[in-house]
């Protein structure tokens, strides 16, 4: 019925209602004689109810609607009963007319409940104070009447006032009882108007009927346009007291016309004795100040002026505030500002400089700081001294510190100042050379610590440059030859094993120490070096991984050649446990970067064992046979990887076993699930379409897509996981368009790896799940990687070809991140370009690269659409759609949502994400999105 047009279901609404008016009109209810008037009175009710949307927020509030009329004649001449039926009849008509998505269904069954109870409780009260129905109007049903009236607006008000906040989570003070019974001269006025038509009607004098029409019908006009305008008045009311900003109006004259309650906090001002008086009248401190010639000045120009840095003297102390001036017609809006707060911490931030600059020139240390938003570098004249500039001269960049670092320095400089601000480590502390200007390389300890934001952002860098110089010279000459590897220049195993000993001795006499562990690194793949490019390479290489392997260290720790292409390293005072992660972290890292030797590059990488010296240890042998044992373990599970040594070692590994054999079982069960994250077009910010995205929850908690995901192609499982996703997808969005016709929902996207892609009969597993559901092959979007691609382009681009010309259509995903070749991409048959979250979060990026416009213009290029993923802003939204892209995803607009999660956002059909021109479409998106 929902579909037939408004007035035609109100027609077969009125049919419904009056057929079942004569069949109770045959049992004699409810008046043997009166059913013509009575029909004619329901009738009214339902027109009533139809025409009453316009004060749909009124009647949450209590307000009397116009229904109230009818409702009470209908009770004084027919009973409590009759009361009931033509106010279900109204309500009924206008849940018909206006359908749920127009008006929230919550909403409009608690006013129709407070409405019944109302004409319930009027009905009770009236009855037991002797209220007759039929015999209107007596002098003594006078006091009846009041009652009743009385009893059905202390219902309907309190239930509105009171009851309504509770249940929609409002503050239940959000009107006062002045507001609520300022309502109670409308249900007088409707109380004398259902009572004269109650006379009417019992008296039949139909004769005046037609007399009391017009201005009834001018009354009930009038009603509504006054509670309209004190609607649109208490609005405006709550719109000006949200203004953080206090607002004054003055006119031509300088007399203050509008005086808000910022204002009068701010200037200590009552507005009683602001009103109609001179500005300068009002608040007499404001006569010394400039906002007297400044309002002139407006006055004459007719251009808004801004009046900063104005004191006003307070009891509590003074107060700074920025006043807006500008012109209106007749005078001129003051914008008061208090910028109390931001003065005071502009004043405390010069007396902190200050201090900071009287600090920086006594200190032996060189301080400098690093803004890494403007990529500003600040160098104290003790820094320029120590590395031989002059006292005035001044790096402005990063880069020109780093200029001055040593060739082999500068990559672990750098790793160690990435590590700091990712909070890999809590503390930059690096040794290296830089270049001083006498020509010569002098060894610098640089120290620093990051400032962050709440959430993480690293803001900037600050710290110290200490001149080590000397003291590396004197711990060189200390290490004899014969404890010294002679091609690296590291310690041996011989003085490693002695350290790691006097360690562990050191550890058992202490009742509580700090951690130590030891690190058995085997590089990966170092034979092969060996045997293609020779020993000397090889050598080469070693020194080389002996250089970044002393970068990643901390002070104090000790680094080790235990001979061929084994190292070991020494970590002392650990804190935590996990501070040997971050270094082993940052050694992978470390060595990830190629190796310029001989001319051409060379990789490599290491596999790490950790073990802990704990105290059951008896030896340092034992330590290091433990640690061996662990970079073993970590050579078995693909290298380039570490490992720590624990007693649970085999107990992960049938950990592992056991997520492999509950996947398969899983797979085996279809225990899965298809959650869809929604695709909007950026122009209305409504969603047009769905990513279906997998879901798999092991004995209670979730486990991530990039965990089982990987382990399901590795297994050789994804092709019938892959399979189960398509078929629910599809039928999942089949159901939706025909459920939801209205929803403008024209796709459904499922990712599809290269292993399916390369399946055979892949076409004819669309070709399926598509008849099986029902869909279009037109609504389906199938997601391949630019890395799926590239496998076999030869062999993808004949698959997409079959899927395109059976109507499905392709997308490319992560476009930018893979290696694909612009030679193979234009002749892939591709309908759209998916952008990378990754190019998306550099669009708000100072200097960022073109990046995003250079996939645009391919994208037009090549005659495909563009979807922007992973949108977590606002300005990148509208960035995108600035630079031309029509449709994004990401948790600006909705975070994946459940199947009835999505329904619920289909139903209300709002646009997500924040709103250009109000904020009350992305409230009612936000109550779908959280089931509100």
């Not at 719109?239 to 607002?247: A, F, K, N």
């Not at 500039?389 to 790096?395: E, I, V, W």
């Amino acid at each position: 019925m929902r579909n037939f047009p408004r007035y035609a279901r109100l027609i077969v609404l009125i049919t419904t209602v009056t057929g079942a008016e004569l069949l109770l009109a045959l049992t004699g209810w409810p008046h043997p004689h009166r059913t013509l008037e009575f029909a004619g009175l329901v009738l009214t009710a339902i027109l009533i109810s139809v025409h009453q949307r316009r004060l749909a927020t009124a009647e949450d509030r209590g307000v009397m609607p116009p229904s109230f009329v009818l409702e009470l004649t209908a009770l004084l001449v027919y009973g409590v009963d009759a009361a009931l039926f033509a106010a279900a009849a109204g309500i009924l008509a206008r849940w018909v007319v206006e359908p749920e998505r127009a008006r929230p269904v919550r909403r409009a069954g608690l006013n129709a409940t407070i409405t019944l109870a109302a004409i319930e409780a009027a009905g009770l009260v009236y009855g037991a104070l002797g209220g007759v129905s039929g015999e209107f109007i007596r002098l003594s049903q006078a006091v009846p009447v009041a009652a009743a009236v009385a009893a059905y607006f202390l219902v309907k008000t309190t239930w509105a006032a009171v009851i309504v906040p509770v249940l929609n989570r409002e503050p239940v003070d959000r009107f006062s009882p002045v507001t609520v019974l300022g309502q109670a001269p409308g249900y007088c006025l409707g109380a004398a108007v259902a009572a004269v038509l109650a006379q009417l009607v019992t008296g039949r004098m139909w004769e005046f009927a037609g007399v009391a029409a017009l201005p009834l019908y001018c009354a009930y006009r009038a009603y509504c346009d006054d509670v309209n305008r004190c609607e649109q008045e208490r609005r405006r009311g709550e719109v000006i007291g949200s203004l953080t900003e206090g607002v004054s109006v003055v006119d031509r004259s300088g007399r203050v016309t509008l005086w808000d309650a910022t204002v009068e906090r701010l200037t200590e001002c009552p507005r009683q004795q602001a009103l109609g008086r001179p500005l300068t009248s009002a608040v007499p401190m404001l006569a010394q100040t400039q906002l007297p010639q400044v309002i002139q000045d407006v006055f004459k120009s007719r251009e808004a002026r801004m009046l900063t840095n104005l004191a006003l003297p307070a009891a509590g102390g003074g107060r700074v505030v920025e006043v807006q001036v500008l012109p209106v017609a007749g005078g001129a809006t003051l914008l008061w500002h208090d910028i109390t707060a931001k003065t005071q911490a502009e004043q405390s931030l010069k007396r902190s400089e200050e201090r900071l600059a009287l600090a920086a020139a006594g200190a032996n240390d060189g301080l400098w700081e690093w803004d890494v938003r403007t990529q500003a570098f600040y160098a104290s004249a003790r820094w320029n001294a120590l590395i031989g500039l002059a006292a005035g001269d001044s790096t402005a960049r990063p880069e020109h510190w780093l200029d001055r670092v040593h060739a082999d320095d500068v990559e672990g400089l750098r790793e160690a100042v990435n590590a700091c601000i990712s909070g890999a480590t809590e503390v930059l502390q690096h040794e290296h050379r830089i270049l001083c200007r006498d020509g010569s390389y002098r060894r610098f300890l640089c120290r620093g610590a990051a400032a962050r934001t709440r959430s993480r952002r690293v803001l900037r860098l600050a710290g110290s440059l200490t001149d080590t110089t000397d003291h590396a010279l004197t711990e060189k000459q200390l290490r004899s030859a014969g404890f010294c590897d002679p091609l690296t220049g590291l310690c041996n195993r011989a003085v490693f094993v002695e350290s790691l000993g006097r360690k562990l001795a050191e550890c058992k006499r202490q009742t509580r120490g700090d951690w130590f562990a030891a690190l058995y690194l085997d590089l990966d793949r170092f034979k092969i070096v060996n045997d293609s490019l020779g020993h000397l390479i090889g050598d080469e290489l070693l020194v080389a991984v002996s250089r970044r392997l002393e970068s990643c260290l901390r002070e104090g720790d000790e680094l080790a050649r235990l001979g061929g292409d084994e190292f070991a390293i020494l970590l002392n005072d650990l804190g935590d446990p996990q501070q040997a992660n971050a270094v082993a972290f940052r050694i992978q890292k470390a060595l990830s970067a190629p190796f310029s030797i001989g001319g051409r590059e060379v990789f490599t990488s290491a596999s790490i064992g950790i073990a802990f010296g704990l105290g059951h240890y008896n030896s340092p042998d034992e330590i290091m046979r433990d640690a061996d044992t662990a970079m073993y373990h970590a050579k078995s599970r693909g290298k380039a990887r570490h490992e720590l040594f624990d007693a649970d070692m085999h107990a992960r590994a049938r950990d592992r076993l056991g997520l492999e054999n509950d996947l398969r079982r899983a797979i085996d069960t279809n225990n899965f699930e298809v959650h869809y994250q929604p695709i909007v077009s950026l122009a209305s910010r409504k969603c047009v379409g769905f990513e279906s995205l997998i879901r798999w929850t092991r004995n209670g908690e979730s486990v991530s897509p990039a965990t089982f995901i990987p382990m399901a192609e590795e297994l050789g499982l994804i092709e019938p996981l892959g399979t189960w996703v398509l078929q629910q997808a599809c039928r999942t969005f089949a159901d939706w368009q025909r459920q939801y016709p209205g929803a403008g929902i024209d796709c459904i996207t499922v990712n599809v790896s290269s292993r399916q892609l390369m399946q055979q009969h892949f076409m004819l597993i669309v070709e399926q799940a598509i008849e099986a559901s029902g869909l279009r092959p037109c609504d389906l979007r199938l997601e391949i990687t630019e890395t799926a691609l590239m496998d076999s382009p030869h062999v993808a681009a004949k698959v997409l070809s079959e899927l395109r010309e059976f109507g499905v259509k392709i997308y490319l995903d992560d476009f930018g991140t893979g290696y694909s070749s612009l030679s193979h991409l234009h002749k892939l048959p591709v309908d759209a370009l998916k952008i990378d979250r990754s190019f998306v979060k550099s669009l708000i990026v100072t200097d960022r690269p073109a990046i995003v416009e250079s996939i645009l213009a391919l994208a037009r290029t090549l005659n495909t659409s563009v979807v922007a993923e992973g949108i977590e802003s606002d300005d990148q939204a509208r960035e995108l759609e600035r630079l031309g892209c029509t449709h994004a995803q990401g948790f600006l607009f909705s975070r994946p949502l459940s199947s009835r999660a999505a329904e619920q956002l289909l139903i209300a059909n709002l646009p997500l994400g924040p709103h250009r021109e109000g904020r009350a479409p992305e409230r009612a998106a936000a109550a779908v999105l959280s089931g509100g």
